[in-house]
């Protein structure tokens, strides 16, 4: 159906999470530990799943100091027709809106770490390389992921070498077991492999 613009002719893309999320987030306590803070990244991961909107992945950014949530995200890529929108991005992209920062190491600004229910994919690293965070959390694998058909990309443990030396500390396997069984789920419920 066409509105009246002009074929190939958009001026914005709009961006939102699904509605449930307003009510599977408590965005007033703070998340003391890595293990909470994973939880709710994987939380996101599951509902995504079972809510059938979108991939089994899920992310949130905290305020590193005060266990604050400052912004989540889940995979929308299926849902609003953006190869771009991985949870990892949709999460930064809330932050720095929240921060109205186009990074969240301005000057003034607290120290902020983003945990992934998986290892970032290549877009993803790069986007937490120039998001301003300064510790990168992740729970299943790369090969987890794989194991499904996605594709990460080149990703290599040099990128990973790369983000510390720029002076983000990396964490890995936190609450692994809970995030494999999210991708388990939308494998045995079919879930489309968007980037195979």
């Known amino acids: 159906m066409n509105d009246g613009t002009p074929l190939g002719m958009h001026s914005s893309v709009v961006i939102t999470l699904p509605p449930w999320v307003t009510s599977a987030v408590d965005w007033q306590r703070p998340y003391e530990h890595d293990d909470e803070k994973m939880r709710l990244a994987v939380a996101l991961a599951r509902l995504n799943v079972e809510r059938d909107t979108g991939g089994p992945f899920g992310a949130a950014v905290f305020e590193r100091d005060t266990g604050r949530l400052v912004g989540v995200g889940v995979n929308s890529v299926v849902r609003l027709n953006c ?4 949870a990892e991005v949709v999460a930064l992209m809330l932050a720095e809106q929240e921060r109205h920062s186009f990074t969240l190491a301005a000057p003034g600004l607290p120290r902020h770490e983003l945990f992934t229910s998986c290892e970032p994919c290549a877009m993803c690293l790069g986007a937490t390389l120039w998001s301003g965070v300064k510790r990168l959390v992740c729970a299943a ?18 990128s990973y070498t790369y983000l510390e030396h720029a ?16 991708l388990e789920l939308y494998h045995d419920r079919s879930g489309p492999i968007y980037n195979a």
């Open 167 to 182: 002076g983000i500390e990396v964490v890995r396997e936190v609450c692994r077991a809970e995030a494999r069984a999210v």
């Open 83 to 86: 190869s771009s929108l991985h």
């Open 141 to 158: 694998t790369r090969d987890d992921a794989m194991r499904l058909g996605f594709d990460e990309g080149p990703v290599f443990p040099a």
